[in-house]
């Protein structure tokens, strides 16, 4: 026994045994860790540390480890790429060029001149210290947002452009470290040899990606054979990156550039989608690595200064981002979460730093001091998002009404532009088709009646505000007629038809989408009211039935057949990640107009007149309708009407042949076209 049990250690020694080691670190990293409640970036980390160099030794082949590791940055970044179209850039060209430019060259600069004034190291060492801290961690920022499901609120999407630009900001920092090391006398030399190669990896990858990238994958998706899909995809990812290697450039700089020209084709989600898993077990591996380079004989003798410098590089960058933030219009409450989201060293950091030292622009004790300080900031990350959070929602709760009634900046910002789309309801579909949105990168307005619901979505950051859809004021003061499209989530069907007929009254040609309750609901609303209705029913999950609904309002607002087929794949395999949601809709979605909300067993009917002045504010859980002259208490719209008003009462008169009218108002021509608008008493 003990011979065989010898025979099978001395079997598996070196990178066999590394090799299950490994896998199984990534394999019950993450299990452990949401048992454990806490994120599986951080028991990445902590693993990485214990089974590493400085701890137990565990793992004795590190450099293997680390270029397998590379992948992992190299998918991330291909990742990057397909995530960085002209339709992303164009949506948020002012978070990632000007908040994001801003951002990495004040912090450069502020660091430069810190160890300008406290250190003795030479310039050269200066500029690629500066650069390097100047970057966040994408891999670690995108996964605890993607794992909170904020990508889509106003900081989420403020710290994503930012952290796009550091990507770009990435490629001259790489190119920029070994001009450095060669030092004047070589500095026209290196950089001609710099600009020849990126040149030649600009334009192979160009010409490549022209000629043969699509009728590479025409032809192979016409095979519609999975496995050789996925067979060209990892070879376009890897092909580039060594090209761009060979150059003497970064490797990820090619999978970047792959990920850049893909983002542009008909097949971009089926790519990320088939990606994503080589990418989070690899990703996984890097922040393993990441903990290796924690060293904590090195942290407990010079304790002091490792926590100054971590303190001191989370202070400054996040000081620098809520600076910033504030003078880019974000609220204080997302400036916050902004900043404390992106206070890390990045992993490029290790790159820069590691490249620096192979050219003797960094000693080594610096290097490796400097490494574990941006080690433990990446290790603090989820420890400071949580913080922002409780900061953020102080922060919120004492924001005043024009935060929640859509007349603070970003509201104004929306509004003033033609190219958003109005969701009115923020139940489950309505939010699950304002995720929908957020994929496609088109911009939207929440209008939501109750507000609870309204404020606690506005204290996330998302652009959902409190408002009643069928008076005219409100969607005057929310700028619906320069909207691409209006899409009605509500629940229930009276209030629908409210909504709808109140949309069309002022807004003839307004393109709108409204959810119908039946098969009858859904031909009335049709043919007199010229809206694309559709029943969303799927047995057999509560999330799942908005999304052919969701659909159809991608199409509307200009993503292809192929676009939505891919955006609508992604977001059905989420869903069924995340398990089976039972119970319908936790008390439905809420309505819109006068037929009131419901919410688990709660009846509540809030008529707000717009034109008095409106304040929301939320104190001790309660939330107080303040209106000009003081609180006014609502009757519930039964007891306003004398009875409950059917859909019968709302659509009295409707013909289910021919004949297109309402109340003997609404008429169309030949063309479609309505000639008049509903009468008032519609």
């Known amino acids: 026994m003990r011979s065989a049990l010898t025979e099978l ?139 909170k499901s904020n990508l889509g609120t106003r900081f989420g999407k403020a710290s994503f452009g930012v952290l796009l630009f550091q990507d770009l900001a990435v490629v001259p920092l790489l190119v920029a470290i070994p001009l450095l090391a060669g030092g004047a006398s070589g500095m026209a030399k290196a950089l001609t040899s710099a600009v020849v190669k990126a040149a030649m990896a600009l334009g192979g990858i160009a010409f490549v990606g022209r000629f043969v990238l699509n009728p590479l994958f025409d032809g192979v998706a016409s095979a519609k054979n999975q496995e050789a899909f996925l067979g060209v995809t990892l070879l376009t990812v890897l092909s580039m990156s060594f090209l761009t290697e060979g150059l003497g450039l970064s490797n990820t700089l090619g999978a970047f550039l792959a990920g850049v020209l893909l983002s542009e084709t008909k097949y971009r989600y089926q790519i990320e989608a088939d990606v994503a898993p080589f990418r989070g077990v690899l990703l996984g591996l890097f922040f393993l690595t990441v903990g290796f380079e924690i060293d904590i004989i090195l942290l407990i003798s010079k304790f002091k200064l490792i926590a100054g410098m971590v303190a001191g590089i989370v202070a400054v960058k996040a000081g620098i981002i809520i600076a910033l933030a504030g003078a880019f219009g974000i609220s204080p409450a997302n400036g916050v979460q902004t900043g404390f989201l992106l206070s890390q060293g990045g992993e490029f950091a290790f790159v820069a730093f590691g490249l620096a030292k192979s050219l003797g622009i960094l000693d080594p004790n610096t290097t490796k001091l400097f490494l574990t300080s941006v080690a433990l900031t990446m290790a603090v990350t989820p420890m400071m998002a949580g913080v922002s959070e409780k900061i953020a929602q102080k922060l919120e709760e004492q924001t005043g009404a024009d935060h929640y009634l859509g007349e603070d900046q970003e509201a104004k910002e929306i509004k003033g532009s033609d190219d958003f789309v109005v969701v009115v309801g923020y139940g489950v579909v309505g939010k699950l088709v304002c995720d ?62 409210r909504c709808v007929i109140a949309l069309r009254r002022e807004y003839p040609d307004m393109a709108i989408f409204a959810r119908a309750t039946n098969a009858e609901h859904q031909k009335r609303l049709t043919n007199v009211l ?153």
């Open 530 to 682: 010229d809206v694309k209705a559709m029943v969303p029913i799927v047995p057999e999950e509560t999330k799942l039935l908005t999304l052919p609904f969701g659909g159809e309002v991608l199409k509307a607002v200009g993503a292809d057949e192929e676009e939505v087929k891919g955006i609508l794949e992604t977001f059905r395999k989420q869903i069924l990640g995340e398990g089976s949601e039972g119970g319908g809709e936790e008390g439905g979605s809420s309505s819109s107009g006068e037929g009131g909300v419901e919410e688990e067993g709660e009846s509540k009917n809030i008529d707000i007149d717009v034109d008095d002045v409106v304040v929301l504010e939320k104190k001790k859980e309660k939330v107080k309708v303040e209106l000009g002259e003081g609180l006014r208490e609502q009757e519930t719209a039964k007891a306003e009407h004398g009875g409950e008003e059917t859909e019968e009462d709302t659509l009295a008169s409707v013909g289910t042949g021919g004949t297109q009218k309402l109340g003997g108002g609404l008429k169309k021509d030949s063309a479609g076209v309505f000639t008049n608008k509903p009468p008032e008493d519609a």
């Open 9 to 147: 250690n001395t079997f598996m020694e070196g990178t066999k045994k590394d090799t299950v080691l490994i896998l199984a670190a990534t394999a019950l990293v993450p299990t452990l860790s949401k048992k454990a409640g806490m994120s599986p970036v951080l028991g990445y980390l902590a693993a990485g540390t214990v089974i590493g160099p400085n701890v137990a030794g565990l793992i004795k082949s590190v450099h293997n480890t680390e270029i397998l590791a590379e992948l992992g940055i190299v998918f991330f970044l291909f990742e990057m790429g397909i995530e960085l179209s002209t339709d992303r850039l164009r949506s948020m060209k002012k978070d990632v060029f000007a908040l994001g430019g801003s951002q990495f060259s004040l912090t450069a600069l502020t660091f430069a001149l810190l160890f300008k004034r406290f250190t003795t190291l030479q310039n050269n060492a200066i500029v690629t210290l500066s650069g390097g801290l100047a970057l966040s961690s994408s891999a670690f920022v995108l996964q605890l947002l993607k794992e």
């Open 436 to 497: 929908l949105l957020d994929m496609k990168f088109q911009r939207f307005i929440g209008i939501e009646l109750d507000p609870k619901k309204a404020i606690q979505a506005r204290n996330r950051g998302l652009p959902v505000f409190y408002g009643d859809s069928t008076r005219s004021e409100t969607c005057k003061a929310f700028n619906v007629g320069k909207a691409k499209a209006v899409v009605i989530t509500i629940a229930d069907a009276t209030a629908t038809n």
